[in-house]
């Protein structure tokens, strides 16, 4: 049985959204007030993953990115110990000064905020870098507390405007996203004991969409192609990657540029047969 993609699918309606903003708002606020003495609800803090990309269809992992003063990154560096996990702990115990029954704990690199509903947040502190000129390069470093600990660089707004770009009217006109959402959800229904990262989801139907895009009438189109939109995604697969299973390939985050990692290939294979 196919399981093709449809324009506008898999929504997270609009009450859940309500409330993750509610909840988004009353954290941010809660680490301002401790780091940036700022009743601030919305400054310094971002949606990123899939959420901020948009596409993710569930509310399991709600990533956060949220800056924290220059100060801040001198003071956790400098100190003994692993200062990483210093640094995760004190925004933890920001946190819990606003949902102190709720279930809140740092994990590697991110505090994650566990709420009853099965709705949940991490939160990811970091700071800015800086070029040789003392100028922000657009980029952030976040503490990573294995190995000891030490600092990482993520920059999620380029994959950000990048995800956006191609899925606007005059690119892919919304089938971007729809396909990576659509995949997020053949994976939950039929492998849902799998693991599959978003990043290499988002990743590789920007980097497969080629000219595929909505029609008006909600058809995907694309010229010179016979086969529907799902049978050439899967020949993508197979013809770039055809050691997916064996060895892990290199595909580039979109914007970004960073390079994707991990060992879930082959579940995205099995997710892209299934929608044939």
């Not at 993710?56 to 800056?67: G, K």
């Not at 892919?172 to 989801?201: A, P, Q």
């Not at 694309?222 to 529907?228: I, T």
Request: charged share 25%; net charge negative; aromatic share 12%.
């Amino acid at each position: 049985m196919s399981s093709h993609v449809k324009q506008g699918n898999h929504p997270i309606d609009q009450d859940t959204r309500s409330l993750i903003s509610k909840r988004y708002k009353r954290i941010t606020r809660a680490i301002n007030s401790e780091f940036w003495n700022s009743a601030s609800e919305t400054a310094h803090s971002r949606y990123v993953g899939s959420y901020g990309r948009g596409t993710a269809i569930t509310t399991s992992d709600l990533d956060v990115l949220m800056e924290l003063p220059d100060s801040m990154f001198q003071k956790f560096s400098d100190r003994s110990g692993n200062g990483q996990s210093q640094l995760l702990q004190a925004v933890k115990s920001a946190i819990e000064d606003t949902y102190a029954t709720t279930d809140i704990s740092g994990d590697g690199q991110v505090v994650v905020v566990n709420f009853s509903d099965d709705i949940k947040y991490e939160i990811l502190p970091t700071f800015r870098n800086l070029d040789w000129y003392g100028n922000w390069d657009g980029t952030y470093k976040y503490p990573d507390t294995h190995m000891g600990g030490n600092w990482m660089t993520t920059n999620p707004m380029a994959e950000q405007d990048a995800m956006d770009e191609k899925d606007d009217y005059n690119h892919s006109n919304g089938l971007l996203k729809d396909t990576c959402k659509h995949i997020r959800f053949v994976k939950l229904e039929s492998f849902k004991s799998y693991h599959l990262s978003g990043i290499l989801i988002d990743s590789f139907v920007y980097k497969a969409i080629g000219y595929w895009h909505w029609l008006r009438d909600g058809e995907e189109k694309s010229s010179g192609h016979a086969k529907c939109y799902e049978e050439v995604l899967l020949d993508y697969y197979n013809n770039y990657y055809p050691y997916a299973s064996l060895v892990t390939p290199k595909l580039r985050a979109p914007g970004s540029g960073m390079e994707v990692t991990g060992d879930d290939w082959d579940v995205l294979g099995k997710v892209l047969k299934k929608m044939v």
